[in-house]
């Protein structure tokens, strides 16, 4: 499968309206997305707990994640966001991909919207 980014806004859970616009790899190895520390400190995402994480590589190291809303697409969702390294390049991870009833098509490597989300 080849690399596919596409453009996300996150929104924190506050009354401020601040947001960042950025664009994410997509990364259906990941369970939660990435996103630099600062960014998220930026537009007021709070931190709501802490998660070991596995790298590729078989590393663990403990990151502090919070919760935000998360637009793809025009799909509005919200889900886990780790606060990464300040150098951390943007993850989408497959939560948030499959909450938001968005694909990735294997032959044209771009995000489709599903048809209907299941209820069964």
């Known amino acids: ?60 190291v403990t990151f502090d994640y919070g919760l935000a809303q998360i637009e793809i697409k025009g799909e509005i969702t919200a889900g886990r966001v780790v606060f990464g390294p300040d150098d951390a390049k943007p993850i989408l991870g497959v939560a948030a991909l499959e909450s938001a009833a968005i694909k990735i098509n294997p032959l044209t490597q771009e995000l489709e919207k599903l048809p209907a989300s299941l209820l069964k």
């Open 1 to 60: 499968m080849g690399v596919t980014h596409t453009e996300i806004i996150l929104r924190a859970f506050n009354k401020d309206g601040k947001t960042n616009s950025a664009r994410f790899l997509v990364d259906t190895g990941a369970v939660d997305c990435v996103v630099p520390a600062g960014e998220l400190e930026r537009i007021g995402v709070q931190r709501v707990g802490r998660r070991d994480y596995e790298f590729a590589d078989n590393r663990r």
